[in-house]
């Protein structure tokens, strides 16, 4: 699996990448780069970690990456969610498990909504919900914020597999297995 994002500014732009291997080895990467204004030269850096995880390759059914790089999401076939923190990358943890999706539903689909707070859900029941990060001040989190369910949308005909994000907007399009899209 891979994620990746670019972000920063013109001047200074940053790309984020978040891979996982058949071993469940999680890497974030981090490329910046630095114009020197007086010579127009640039200079880039690059930065590679591992995130601690027990969490077997076989396993995950899904990544994800914000574009500020500071959080990853690795999710399982099951529903489960590890939410990583890494707005620190040297000292990258796990800042929060929970499950998505009920026992006995398999993950299908998985995206970040524009804006990168919120997650939309696809299971093999048919479901499909969005989920928000919401800083609760939490003490089960190592940071306060907790994943919470805030919709469940009208259940599709069939499994949702594919969806795809408006870059502009919080509209989203989600096709299921039949090939359906709505």
Known sequence: FIDYRVGGTTERPVQ??????????VRLSMSSSQVN?????MSTTVSSLEIPTTIAGADIAAL????AGD?????????????FDTRDPAHAHLAETTRILPKGVTLTAL????GEN??????????????????????????????????????????I????????TRLFVAA????EVG
């Open 118 to 159: 919120s997650l939309i859900v696809g299971g093999s029941d048919r479901s499909l919900s969005i989920w928000a990060a919401i800083d609760r001040k939490s003490t089960g989190t190592t940071d306060g914020i907790v994943l919470t369910k805030i919709h469940d949308i009208a259940n599709s005909g069939a499994p």
């Open 16 to 25: 984020t990448i978040v891979t996982v291997d058949d071993k469940g080895t």
């Open 176 to 179: 299921d297995e039949k090939g």
């Open 37 to 41: 204004m007086m010579t127009g030269e």
């Open 161 to 168: 597999t594919d969806i795809a994000v408006s870059q502009r």
């Open 71 to 83: 959080r990853t999401i690795v999710a399982t076939h099951d529903g489960a969610v590890y939410r």
């Open 64 to 67: 994800l990456l914000n574009t």
């Open 111 to 114: 995206a970040y909504l524009n």
